[in-house]
């Protein structure tokens, strides 16, 4: 019988593009693949569940540390900037995860079906071993890339089938506040759902309280319980992971990247990068040509 293992091997080899990413036709369903240990990657994730597969991961979060290995599920529960790096990988074992994003509408849905209380489980990010359920549900996803005649008809009822194991599941009390209604959660989701689309444009903070359904004050306090950081530290960070994104792929230029993202001045965008990423943007992006260069 195919297992998950080798159902992830299989597609990554056939589909994963230059960094290791393998999309689907399974809207936020993505599978990862790696040969070698990764650089210090920064990232504000969507809420997901990654299943690793193969291979190790280290994961930070503001001051707690995550490691997680074949066999194991990080879940993260908001939209937080996520500090990761692949730790083991190899040419004969590839680190391998499937990739799994929370669709809150989903969530909401279930929780009113199965019936369940909101939980007052705060943590965003958490590392559980993978129930046997969630690993079945995945499998299934997986095996279905191979019919695409079937996706049509099966592709929306095992999504659900997957969303409902994981509430049902040990991550079921960090998910269930997302899909409780009218929570802070969700209404920060909302206004986190405008500043990934706008986050190149100023945008006033009265507008994403207004966005989210609460005065200004009580927005900036419930945004930064949610995501960890205040919404201008949020936009800012994505627009410095979409510049070093353009830089790195797209071969832009530091000037270029900086009034890409909504920078005004290349100074201060060059501070801005350098706190966030440790290095100014040329030196941060030749360092990384380099050891893609090393290991290719």
Request: with cysteine.
């Amino acid at each position: 019988m195919t297992t998950l293992l080798n159902a992830v091997r299989r597609y990554t080899e056939t589909h994963a593009d230059s960094a290791g990413i393998a999309t689907t036709p399974i809207l936020g369903l993505a599978a990862v693949r790696a040969t070698t240990p990764s650089d210090i990657i920064h990232a504000i994730f969507q809420p997901l569940i990654c299943l690793v597969v193969q291979g190790t991961k280290h994961v930070t979060m503001g001051t707690d540390s995550f490691v997680f290995a074949a066999g194991d599920s990080l879940i993260i529960t908001a939209d937080v900037p996520i500090v990761s790096q692949i730790t083991r990988a190899s040419i004969a074992a590839p680190y391998l995860s499937l990739v799994f994003e929370l669709d809150l509408a989903v969530i909401a849905e279930l929780v009113v079906e199965m019936k369940a209380e909101p939980s007052a489980d705060l943590a965003r990010v958490r590392v559980e071993p993978t129930d046997a359920e969630v690993a079945d549900a995945a499998l299934r996803l997986m095996r279905l890339l191979d019919r695409p005649a079937s996706l049509p008809v099966l592709r929306a009822q095992l999504v659900r089938e997957m969303h409902y194991w994981l509430l049902a599941g040990r991550h079921g009390p960090a998910i269930r506040r997302l899909g409780w209604p009218d929570s802070h959660a969700q209404r920060v989701a909302r206004a986190v759902a405008v500043l990934r689309t706008e986050f190149a444009r100023p945008v006033l903070v009265e507008r994403l309280a207004d966005v989210a359904g609460m005065s200004p004050s009580s927005f900036h306090q419930h945004f930064r319980t949610v995501t960890s950081l205040t919404p201008l530290q949020f936009q800012k960070q994505l627009r410095l992971i979409e510049a070093r994104r353009l830089m790195l792929w797209e071969g832009a230029s530091a000037s270029t990247a900086a009034f890409a993202v909504g920078y005004e001045s290349v100074p201060q965008f060059t501070r801005e990068y350098g706190r966030m990423f440790g290095a100014p943007p040329v030196r941060d992006i030749e360092s990384a040509r380099e050891k893609a260069r090393a290991v290719a």
